[in-house]
């Protein structure tokens, strides 16, 4: 079913909250994204962020309010340790908008904080969480680093947040210290936020992200798994078996594992580009072999490298709640060698368009790169596998609107009935 302005109406206007007014990362994309189907479906919509400046063009025809802020990183260190535990002036804002504007009709989306928002938003949000939905796109409400991740090893970590074991982990990308102000806040968030008396609706992006979530000990009332949309780069199958180069697309990172794609690309003795921008970017250019770097690229220039490539390779140390880039490249038609740390790991094998292996174990990943180098035939039927079947794990944009907005009214309803 496709959603018509008759499913719509009872709403009468979305509040989007995102850290930002641009579609920086995956989760100010699809803010952005949500607000244009909400748009498309004749909904008023309010876009509250925490930085207003520069806003995108998907903004026009929206009540934009907020904050000219910056992020904590660009701020004075004593300033962001004050405003990332609770900015004050932001829980001020949006409470001064919900009184002069709220009604029982108006419905909320929030999706990242942890920017410049902060826990402080949900104080700001406690009296209509009831009609409140809540995209988790990583960790961070359970998570005091936001990656259920030891950064300081590249790998996952399965301490319960904020047991003792947590606690005394140094799994910062920082410094202890700054694990410390992690922790303070992650308290703060968990008095704010009261997940298990909350009447928000909190969603997830796979299955396995909600059960870990469950397993943390996170227990809200109201919890949904809603998949990313996802647009293939192509709408026709790139003919990766005609292909030699190999192809990463993400953060020039340890934690993405660019090192790693780079490495087993030279030892295979085969091209590779990366597209991304990142901390390994000096060392890479000094790697040898047949990488090209070809820096931060749009939809467009990823297009060009795609068709060029004979796989995507995403090869995280760190856990991948969703992992855009996956689908993306084999709804395209690219067949895509992928860590076993990404949710979509097993799902891409047991659909025949994937391959996985283990981050640890740097041989794996060279031995996948030389057969998906030499082996024509397999590299059809995976192109042609994740062509037809990779849109099975994503939704469409008008499918992902659609399941929020049964949300929406299902809130609306049940506050209405109480």
């Known amino acids: 079913m496709t959603c018509t302005r008759d499913h719509v109406e009872g709403i009468e206007r979305i509040v ?41 063009e998907g903004l026009e025809g ?23 535990i609770h900015n004050r002036a932001a829980h001020n804002s949006l409470k001064r908008w919900i009184a002069s504007h709220d009604t029982e009709n108006t419905v909320y989306h929030l999706h990242n904080w942890s920017q410049i928002l902060s826990p402080a938003i949900f104080a700001a949000l406690a009296d209509v969480e ?19 991740t030891d950064f300081s090893r590249a790998q996952p970590c399965n301490f319960k947040p904020l047991s003792l074991r947590c606690l005394a982990s140094q799994c910062d990308r920082r410094s ?11 308290v703060h968030l968990n008095r704010l936020a009261r997940p298990v008396r909350s009447k928000a609706t909190f969603t997830f992006l796979h299955d396995r992200m909600r059960t870990k979530f469950e397993d943390n000990g996170f227990c809200a009332h109201r919890m949904v798994t809603i998949p990313n949309p996802v647009e293939p780069w192509s709408r026709s199958r790139i003919l990766a078996e005609q292909n030699r ?3 990463f697309v ?11 794609a780079a490495a087993a690309c ?37 297009l060009e490298h795609a068709r060029r490539a004979r796989a995507l390779i995403v090869p995280s140390r760190v856990v991948e709640p969703f992992g855009l880039v996956i689908l993306e490249a084999a709804m395209s038609g690219l067949p895509v060698i992928v860590s076993e740390r990404a949710y979509l790991a097993g799902d891409c094998e047991r659909l025949g368009f994937g391959q996985a292996f283990d981050p640890a174990e740097t041989r794996s990943l ?5 057969k998906i180098a030499t082996d024509d035939a397999t590299v059809a039927q995976m192109s042609s596998k994740g062509f037809v079947r990779a849109s099975e794990l994503a939704s469409s944009a008008a499918e992902w609107s659609e399941r929020y907005i049964g949300l929406f009214r299902n809130a609306i309803a049940k506050r209405q009935m109480a």
């Open 176 to 186: 202890g210290l700054h694990k410390m102000w992690r922790v303070a806040r992650q």
């Open 130 to 148: 009831n009609r409140l939905v809540v995209t988790c796109h990583d960790f961070f409400n359970i998570c005091p680093n936001g990656g259920l």
């Open 250 to 260: 993400g953060r020039l990172g340890s934690d993405k594992g660019a090192d790693l």
């Open 16 to 56: 989007v909250i995102h850290d930002f007014a641009t579609p920086e990362g995956g989760a100010g994309v699809l803010a952005i994204q949500a607000v244009q189907e909400y748009r498309r479906l004749g909904i008023p919509v309010t876009y509250f962020a925490g930085a207003t400046d520069g806003a995108c």
């Open 266 to 302: 030279i030892q295979a003795g085969v091209p590779l580009t990366l597209v991304g921008e990142g901390e390994l970017e000096g060392h890479l250019r000094q790697a040898g072999g047949e990488l090209r770097l070809a820096g931060w690229c749009n939809r467009t220039e990823i």
């Open 245 to 247: 180069e190999f192809l």
């Open 62 to 84: 929206v009540d934009l309010v907020g904050l000219h802020a910056n992020r904590l990183l660009d701020t004075s260190p004593a300033l962001a340790m004050m405003q990332g």
């Open 366 to 370: 060279t031995e996948l790169v030389k």
